[in-house]
């Protein structure tokens, strides 16, 4: 009796699980289909499709060109070489691929006036008197290494008596007080070289160069 009792409890059990089974265990999802309308498709025309939006791409950047710098060029004027000293110069030029313009001048015509400190005792009193002239601001000048004035300070050489007068009174104005100018004179004449069309690198050459002949100006002339 008790065993026919048991069994139709379990029964009543399962039967009540089994007809409640959607509320027991969760719902499994359901995917709904997007339903396609045949009859809503249709071809765009020509007209239709030139007014949709367009996809603007960026126009591509242009690239610069590259900068081409021009070869540098400088033109020189350097004197006054007396005419045994071109030779020596000139060999010296032409180490450095420089073929100077040699205009040579008559003593007997050509007049230049030369402004200068006379001779030192020594080359190093020169060199010091240099440094002294350099602390007042006077950077043109060079020590003088031919025989006859040796050590003497050389502040340049002018064809205008003007200009020469102008700078000695300038440097007597800023304590040099023993300046003096004098007529320059070259009984076997002198020369003066025109270099013309200089690279950088012959320029940079020159200036190292222009230490061995002490006795010349080395200026920068504009190019003809």
Same mark, same amino acid.
């Given at each position: 009796?008790?065993?026919?009792?048991?069994?139709?409890?379990?029964?009543?059990?399962?039967?009540?699980?089994?007809?409640?089974?959607?509320?027991?265990?969760?719902?499994?999802?359901?995917?709904?289909?997007?339903?396609?309308?045949?009859?809503?498709?249709?071809?765009?025309?020509?007209?239709?499709?030139?007014?949709?939006?367009?996809?603007?791409?960026?126009?591509?950047?242009?690239?610069?060109?590259?900068?081409?710098?021009?070869?540098?060029?400088?033109?020189?004027?350097?004197?006054?070489?007396?005419?045994?000293?071109?030779?020596?110069?000139?060999?010296?030029?032409?180490?450095?691929?420089?073929?100077?313009?040699?205009?040579?001048?008559?003593?007997?015509?050509? +007049?230049?006036?030369? !402004?200068?400190? #006379?001779? *030192?005792?020594?080359?190093?009193? $020169?060199? %010091?008197?240099?440094?002294?002239?350099?602390?007042?601001?006077?950077?043109?000048?060079?020590?003088?290494?031919?025989?006859?004035?040796?050590?003497?300070?050389?502040?340049?050489?002018?064809?205008?008596?003007?200009?020469?007068?102008?700078?000695?009174?300038?440097?007597?104005?800023?304590?040099?007080?023993?300046?003096?100018?004098?007529?320059?004179?070259?009984?076997?004449?002198?020369?003066?070289?025109?270099?013309?069309?200089?690279?950088?690198?012959?320029?940079?050459?020159? +200036?190292?160069?222009? !230490?061995?002949? #002490?006795? *010349?100006?080395?200026?920068?002339? $504009?190019? %003809?």
């Amino acid at each position: 009796m008790k065993t026919t009792a048991w069994i139709l409890l379990f029964l009543n059990c399962g039967l009540l699980v089994y007809f409640n089974l959607d509320r027991i265990l969760p719902n499994a999802p359901t995917i709904q289909w997007a339903e396609i309308s045949p009859e809503k498709i249709s071809l765009l025309t020509e007209a239709q499709i030139s007014k949709l939006p367009k996809i603007i791409k960026p126009a591509p950047q242009a690239v610069a060109a590259p900068i081409v710098t021009p070869p540098v060029s400088a033109c020189f004027e350097w004197g006054t070489f007396s005419l045994a000293g071109v030779s020596k110069v000139k060999i010296a030029l032409e180490k450095l691929s420089i073929e100077p313009i040699i205009n040579e001048h008559n003593a007997q015509t050509k +007049k230049r006036f030369w !402004v200068f400190v #006379p001779p *030192a005792k020594s080359a190093e009193a $020169a060199q %010091k008197l240099v440094g002294e002239y350099s602390t007042l601001g006077i950077d043109d000048m060079f020590i003088v290494q031919t025989p006859k004035w040796k050590n003497a300070i050389s502040f340049g050489l002018f064809e205008d008596e003007t200009l020469a007068q102008s700078l000695l009174s300038t440097l007597k104005a800023k304590g040099i007080k023993n300046a003096q100018k004098s007529l320059w004179k070259q009984e076997k004449g002198d020369a003066t070289l025109l270099l013309n069309q200089l690279s950088s690198l012959q320029v940079s050459s020159l +200036k190292n160069l222009e !230490v061995d002949f #002490p006795e *010349a100006n080395l200026k920068k002339v $504009a190019c %003809k």
